[in-house]
């Protein structure tokens, strides 16, 4: 799903929201998020997953062309970590997330 297909979706589902207004809203809460993650806040959104941000500590890497070693310099890296409910969604694939939910899975 890319960022137009979200602004079609959210159009679609809202009556109320213009394509125009839909576009808003998506980027204002992408900003935000891109904001928190730049300032080194944690997001946390139930049953979606959080975002944090890592440190990748500095270490000595090698040029795969010639060979000789490379200081690769302390990153920061944003992480997502999926929710439990979006694992378990994923987990069941399309054919059963279609399905209203009837309790634990089994086996057959």
Partial sequence: ?????????????????????????????LDAMNDALVRGHRIEIRGFGSFTVNRRAPRQGRNPRSGASVAVPEKR????????????????????????????????
Avoid at 85 to 102: K, Y
Wanted: proline letters at 8%.
């Fill in 1 to 29: 799903m890319t960022r137009s297909d979200l602004v079609e979706e959210l159009a679609s589902r809202f009556n109320q929201l213009t394509q125009r207004d839909a576009e808003a809203a998506v980027k204002a809460i």
């Fill in 77 to 108: 890296v944003p992480h997502f970590k999926p929710g439990k409910a979006l694992r378990e969604a994923v987990d069941q694939g399309p054919a059963v997330a279609d399905q209203a939910p009837s309790g634990p899975a089994q086996l057959r």
